[in-house]
């Protein structure tokens, strides 16, 4: 199972991004997807999770009304838009897949991940 992130970029504090990641290699809808994230010096953290039919969907407490997680089966690609992005948002963004509906949020639980794509966020 591939997993191809894009998306990230520099942007001021109060912009929006939105990433994208595109996953072949395993039939999509069968995947829960999440997105997770690594800022300098510190370890990699949950941000969001999908089912696989797109029915639920779990954020950390810090970007709770702020992101959003969706997904486009039919494009075997998952998306995270971000909204009133803060400095502390600036991290590298990975994308990870598993099997099966459950909203997990640790790393271990995922076995398929993507490369980062790097978000700045300038004050």
């Known amino acids: 199972v591939q997993l191809q992130a894009s998306g990230g970029g520099l942007v001021q504090a109060g912009g929006s991004l939105r990433l994208s990641c595109v996953v072949s290699?395993?039939?999509?809808?069968?995947?829960?997807m999440g997105w997770f994230r690594q800022a300098p010096g510190k370890e990699r953290e949950f941000v969001a999770v999908i089912t696989p039919r797109a029915g639920t969907t779990y954020y950390t407490d810090s970007v709770k009304g702020r992101f959003t997680i969706s997904r486009d089966n039919a494009k075997n690609t998952v998306y995270l838009q971000m909204n009133s992005l803060k400095p502390e948002d600036t991290a590298d963004y990975y994308c990870?897949?598993?099997?099966?509906?459950?909203?997990?949020?640790?790393?271990?639980?995922?076995?398929?991940w993507g490369q980062g794509t790097l978000v700045t966020v300038s004050s």
């Open positions: 990870a897949a598993r099997g099966g509906g459950h909203l997990v949020n640790r790393l271990i639980d995922y076995e398929y």
């Open positions: 290699g395993r039939t999509f809808s069968s995947l829960s």
